[in-house]
């Protein structure tokens, strides 16, 4: 792995493509955990007027229904970074 010092054409520097998609996965991870912080914040901001001792049933069903949705919106980015992420693995080794 190459951290520094070794220069292409042009002089612009060469970046080792490991470093490069660790970048690239640590940011997938950060924009997915900043959309899992708003994701939280609409909820309980949508579902939960004021704060009490104990949750009614139209509050527990709204966080339940917002929770589901925050589940199968997780499986769907999931599922579509990781095909993403074959298809650029792929190109790599064609």
Request: a negative charge; one cysteine or more.
């Given at each position: 792995?190459?951290?520094?010092?070794d220069y292409g054409?042009?002089?612009?520097?060469?970046?080792?493509?490991?470093?490069?998609?660790?970048?690239?996965?640590?940011?997938?991870?950060q924009r997915f955990?900043?959309?899992?912080?708003?994701?939280?914040?609409?909820?309980?901001?949508?579902?939960?007027?004021?704060?009490?001792?104990?949750?009614?049933?139209?509050?527990?069903?709204?966080?339940?229904?917002?929770?589901?949705?925050?589940?199968?919106?997780?499986?769907?980015?999931?599922?579509?970074?990781?095909?993403?992420?074959?298809?650029?693995?792929?190109?790599?080794?064609n």
């Amino acid at each position: 792995m190459s951290f520094g010092g070794d220069y292409g054409a042009g002089g612009s520097p060469v970046v080792d493509k490991d470093l490069e998609r660790f970048i690239e996965e640590e940011n997938q991870k950060q924009r997915f955990q900043q959309l899992v912080n708003e994701l939280n914040e609409k909820c309980w901001d949508i579902c939960l007027d004021k704060p009490t001792q104990r949750l009614d049933s139209k509050t527990e069903t709204c966080l339940t229904n917002c929770v589901n949705r925050f589940i199968d919106a997780s499986s769907f980015i999931l599922k579509r970074l990781e095909r993403v992420g074959s298809q650029h693995h792929e190109m790599e080794f064609n």
